[in-house]
Nanobody, 122 residues
């Protein structure tokens, strides 16, 4: 079982940058593909990005491609999301999650963090 804790969310101006972190504890972080999801007010939670166990396969949602970068450090049991050129529409609670495969569907993720709030002001 893996426990996940996100951090790094805060209020930032449009055009700014943030780096989110997801610290994993428990067993087997390096055996899971890891994803980022987000949920904006009044909207359903949506896929943002996913990275394979070794970091050699990555996918992004079209809405963040070219602006966000996912990475992981298996030695530190930590997942990252570097977010650049932030827009007000990026405002959401961001969640990290662990899955057995490199997938985008939420119901295929086994473990979730509690989320961290990102607010982008215009």
């Amino acid at each position: 079982q893996v426990q996940l804790v996100e951090s790094g969310g805060e209020l930032v101006q449009a055009g700014g940058s943030l780096r989110l972190s997801c610290a994993a504890s428990g067993r087997g972080f390096s055996t899971y593909a890891m994803g980022w999801f987000r949920q904006a007010p009044g909207k359903e939670r949506e896929f943002v990005s996913v990275i394979s166990r070794r970091g050699d396969t990555i996918h992004y949602a079209n809405s963040v491609k070219g602006r966000f970068t996912i990475s992981r450090d298996n030695a530190k049991n930590t997942l990252y999301l570097q977010m650049n050129s932030l827009k007000p529409e990026d405002t959401a609670v961001y969640y990290c999650a662990a899955s057995q495969g490199v997938v985008t569907a939420q119901d295929l993720y086994d473990y979730w963090g509690q989320g961290t709030q990102v607010t982008v002001s215009s």
